[in-house]
C-alpha cells in the first residue's frame, strides 16, 4: 500500500471524499458496513487543533484492557497524521465502535507499552511493519481510556 498522498493534491482531495462517505457509512449502519473483512474498525472524532471543529477519521484498532490502541502509521509518511496531532492538543475523544459511542482520552503509548502492542497491532494488519520501514520517525501507538 502506498503512503497517504500529500495534502493539496488532487489525489488527497479524492482520499479525503472517500474517507467522507467510509465514514458515514459506517454511522449510518451503526458499523454493520464500513468496515473491513477480519479488520475491526472504529470511528475516532477528536477536536481539530486549529480549527476547533470535530474531525472523524476511521481506523483499525485493537481491543485492549483498559479499551483500545490505534497507530499512527499515515501509510508510513514521514508525517503524523492529523488525528494524531489533534489528540496531542486534546486528548479528549469520542469514540464509535459499531453503534456504541463513547467518551475516552487518548495517549501516546509508551516505549516499553508500544514494544508489547506493537506485535499484536503488526499480527491484525501486517502493513504496520512496511510503513514503519518507509519512515524515520517511530510510529506512535495511542491508547484509550475510558474518560474519567
Known amino acids: 500500500m502506498a503512503p497517504k498522498p500529500e495534502k493539496g493534491t488532487p489525489q488527497h482531495q479524492v482520499f479525503r471524499c472517500i474517507t467522507g462517505m467510509h465514514t458515514a457509512l459506517y454511522r449510518l449502519s451503526g458499523g454493520w458496513v464500513g468496515g473491513w473483512i477480519g479488520v475491526p474498525i472504529l470511528l475516532l472524532t477528536t477536536m481539530g487543533r486549529r480549527s476547533g471543529k470535530r474531525r472523524t477519521q476511521p481506523l483499525l484498532y485493537l481491543t485492549t484492557d483498559q479499551g483500545y490502541a490505534l497507530v499512527a502509521s499515515y501509510?508510513?509518511?514521514?508525517?503524523?497524521?492529523?488525528?494524531?496531532?489533534?489528540?496531542?492538543?486534546?486528548?479528549?475523544?469520542?469514540?464509535q465502535v459499531g453503534p456504541l459511542r463513547k467518551r475516552m482520552r487518548a495517549r501516546t503509548a509508551a516505549s516499553?507499552?508500544?514494544?508489547e502492542l506493537?506485535?499484536?497491532?503488526?499480527?491484525?494488519?501486517?502493513?504496520?511493519?512496511?510503513?514503519?520501514?518507509?519512515?524515520?520517525?517511530?510510529?506512535?501507538?495511542?491508547?484509550?481510556?475510558p474518560a474519567g
Open 75 to 95: 501509510g508510513g509518511s514521514d508525517r503524523h497524521p492529523d488525528w494524531y496531532l489533534n489528540l496531542q492538543a486534546n486528548p479528549e475523544v469520542e469514540v
Open 112 to 115: 516499553e507499552r508500544r514494544a
Open 118 to 145: 506493537w506485535p499484536r497491532l503488526v499480527a491484525l494488519y501486517k502493513d504496520y511493519d512496511a510503513y514503519q520501514s518507509r519512515t524515520q520517525r517511530e510510529i506512535p501507538v495511542v491508547e484509550l481510556e
